[in-house]
């Protein structure tokens, strides 16, 4: 070979080994490989070199148990709306971390002085995931489609709203556009909540496109206008949503992706949490609460308290349609214990079935000391002096809450064993729990509520008024009084005067004793420490828009 052959070849040595190291320098600085979408599904990381990177932003939610419906309106439970709450949008939205009332998919709104016309100025340039218009028609439709539904179908909407299209306490008298991008609302008689009640997860506004062509199927692929977009559900296992690139404000979502992964077990979760596996985790037990805070890759969250965790019993099953073994039940269980043994001092004890926070809270009410000799007596004027038996339904998931329903129920099960009642403590898949207990086949039932609007009526008169019997009051309660009390509540703008009201039918609950209110608590999430833009709501409705990744 000759001498120019010979340095040709070793310069092109020199380059090669030249670009050799520098890739293994490049590699060395991104920790020696690089993370492929797929690989951040499966370890629920995401660093700043794989964003630079062009990767995927990929949140894997963890959380207590799989939704029941993707149909904002078909839904009651909190998992459902967790999702939800990302693929629709209501017409108002609650403030960041509360419930005051601000703009949504109507910019603007306004009242008439009567308080029975609603004028709301819709967003423009606003589409739907499958690329139709929001427009005021497409709002008109969605309230024709909930008016029209049944309680089986739509039970929200008749909790609010009095009942569907033809039942004579049905508030709203009509719903029409004016022009492409006005909506206007007439209603029979005031609404005080109104505005409030519009805002809530159920009303998000679907594509009617959608809904028209898939009937009671649209659940299955739920259409909204919300940041992202539906792509899977593998039932039990996990739902996948994504970015939706056509959303109407510049510069939102901030994730590409988000998937929520059902992980029935707090501890599962939590670990799953610790080890990489997701990034954020609700249901997080009271007592691990101190775990997350020593771990220094963890954040912890707090859940603004709007709650109430209560043992339903329901009226119509006999020996529950006696109202002193309903006081009887109150009397026999150990609250206190309960929240000492598992909410870990981040919960109060509950007496009424709204929380402390909600205005209208009557404070004077006593409750129902733990008094298990009390209990026998009412037993025995019940004509129950050797106790019954029952079924003591516990949740098979956990909730905000009840942290753990299973050794809740253990801890009611001793304490009326002590007052001779013989509890067998039973329990279903979630979904199916949730519809036996409202098709009223529980004797007592583990149950609890999250507010949706930060308003009274939202807890008194949707989970105990007779209205509600079929949809959320799952006790089959019903007293004319309290209706009366409740209906007069609606239509009073005053608020003092609302309030007092309010007060006498908490009077009235305790006296009737269909719950036994257990506890308020304040629920907590965890999530990896590189989280920046999660704010849990007090609804138990979080928005993910704003969530990132440092």
């Avoid at 794989?50 to 998992?79: C, H, W």
């Avoid at 589409?127 to 179908?153: C, I, M, P």
């Avoid at 954020?280 to 954040?299: C, I, K, M, R, Y």
Wanted: hydrophobic share 35%.
């Amino acid at each position: 070979m000759g001498k120019k052959k010979i340095w040709s070849f070793l310069l092109m040595m020199l380059v090669a080994l030249t670009v050799v190291l520098a890739a293994c320098s490049s590699e060395k600085e991104t920790g020696g490989e690089k993370e492929s979408g797929t690989d951040k599904e499966t370890e629920g990381t995401t660093t700043e070199g794989a964003t630079e990177q062009g990767e995927e932003k990929v949140l894997i939610f963890g959380r207590g148990g799989d939704s029941v419906f993707l149909d904002p309106i078909a839904s009651t439970d909190g998992e459902s709306f967790k999702v939800t709450q990302n693929l629709f949008e209501t017409l108002l939205n609650f403030g960041e971390q509360d419930t005051t009332i601000n703009p949504g998919l109507a910019k603007e709104w306004a009242a008439s002085e009567d308080g029975l016309t609603y004028t709301f100025t819709l967003q423009e340039g606003v589409k739907f995931h499958d690329g139709t218009d929001l427009n005021a028609e497409a709002v008109v439709k969605n309230f024709e489609r909930w008016a029209n539904g049944s309680e089986d179908k739509f039970p929200y909407y008749a909790s609010m709203f009095g009942g569907f299209k033809d039942d004579e306490g049905h508030v709203i008298s009509s719903v029409t556009a004016d022009g492409d991008n006005k909506v206007v609302i007439t209603l029979k008689r005031a609404q005080a909540p109104f505005l409030k009640n519009i805002a809530m997860s159920p009303f998000g506004i679907a594509s009617p496109t959608a809904f028209e062509a898939a009937g009671d199927k649209f659940s299955d692929n739920p259409v909204g206008t919300g940041p992202f977009k539906f792509v899977e559900w593998k039932r039990n296992d996990s739902i996948t949503i994504e970015k939706f690139d056509g959303y109407w404000v510049d510069g939102l979502p901030k994730l590409d992706k988000i998937v929520f992964r059902a992980i029935p077990d707090n501890s599962a979760r939590l670990n799953a949490l610790l080890t990489g596996e997701i990034d954020l985790a609700d249901g997080v037990n009271p007592a691990d609460g101190v775990t997350v805070e020593g771990e220094s890759s963890l954040q912890l969250f707090e859940r603004p308290s709007m709650n109430v965790g209560y043992l339903g019993l329901t009226v119509t099953r006999p020996p529950f349609d006696n109202v002193k073994v309903r006081q009887a039940m109150n009397y026999a269980i150990d609250k206190q214990s309960i929240i000492d043994a598992f909410f870990e001092g981040r919960a109060e004890m509950a007496k009424n079935p709204m929380p402390p926070a909600i205005s209208g809270y009557n404070d004077d009410i006593p409750g129902y000391e733990y008094n298990p000799e009390k209990a026998k007596e009412l037993l025995a004027e019940a004509g129950l002096a050797d106790g019954f038996e029952m079924e003591l339904w516990a949740m098979p998931v956990p909730r905000p809450y009840m942290p753990d329903g299973t050794k809740v129920a253990e801890v009611i099960q001793k304490n009326l064993a002590d007052v001779g009642i013989k509890a067998k403590i039973v329990s279903y898949e979630w979904a199916t729990y949730l519809e036996k207990a409202k098709n009223g086949e529980a004797d007592a039932f583990m149950l609890g509520w999250t507010g949706d609007n930060g308003d009274a009526d939202n807890f008194i008169y949707v989970l105990l008024d007779g209205d509600n019997i079929g949809s959320n009051n799952y006790t089959y309660y019903d007293n004319k009084d309290l209706h009366k009390i409740l209906i007069e509540a609606q239509t009073e703008v005053d608020e003092d005067k609302r309030n007092e009201l309010y007060k006498q039918a908490q009077e009235i609950v305790h006296a009737d004793a269909p719950w036994v209110p257990l506890a308020h608590s304040t629920p907590l999430l965890a999530g990896k420490a590189d989280i920046t833009g999660f704010l849990p709501h007090p609804t138990g409705s979080d928005k993910l828009t704003n969530v990132d990744f440092k």
